[in-house]
């Protein structure tokens, strides 16, 4: 059973920080890339970041640096970090997972979504 489910959205202003987690199933775990994606209002889904089985992350570019992406395997949870929030961060966001090469960015690449956590920055 695939499930993933994301939580820690909410409003923050410009500067701040916001720690966003996603739950899996021990099912959906086993995937080996896991990542982050976001969607602003009118705009296309977009990758954020992503971490391999091993560890090794990847990031966009308007986020490296401030956003860092990290998994706890014991407790089936992925984490993103996002700190020295602006406005444009604002989205939502989805966590995301397949068995694909972790450095694909595409949203077609990648077939289970969780249902997504808004983040306001104003």
């Known amino acids: 059973h695939v499930q993933l489910v994301e939580s820690g959205g909410g409003s923050v202003q410009a500067g701040g920080s916001l720690s966003l987690s996603c739950s899996a199933s021990?099912?959906?775990?086993?995937?080996?890339?896991k990542a982050w994606f976001r969607q602003a209002p009118g705009k296309e889904r977009d990758w954020v970041a992503s971490?391999?089985?091993?560890?090794?992350?990847y990031y966009a570019a308007s986020v490296k640096g401030r956003f860092a992406i990290s998994r706890d395997n014991a407790k089936n949870t992925l984490y993103l970090q996002m700190n020295s929030l602006k406005p444009e961060d604002t989205a939502m966001y989805y966590c995301?997972?397949?068995?694909?090469?972790?450095?694909?960015?595409?949203?077609?690449?990648?077939?289970?979504w969780g249902q997504g956590t808004q983040v306001t920055v104003s």
């Open positions: 995301v997972t397949d068995d694909v090469r972790c450095g694909l960015k595409g949203v077609r690449f990648f077939g289970y």
């Open positions: 021990e099912y959906t775990w086993r995937y080996y890339c």
């Open positions: 971490i391999t089985s091993g560890g090794t992350t």
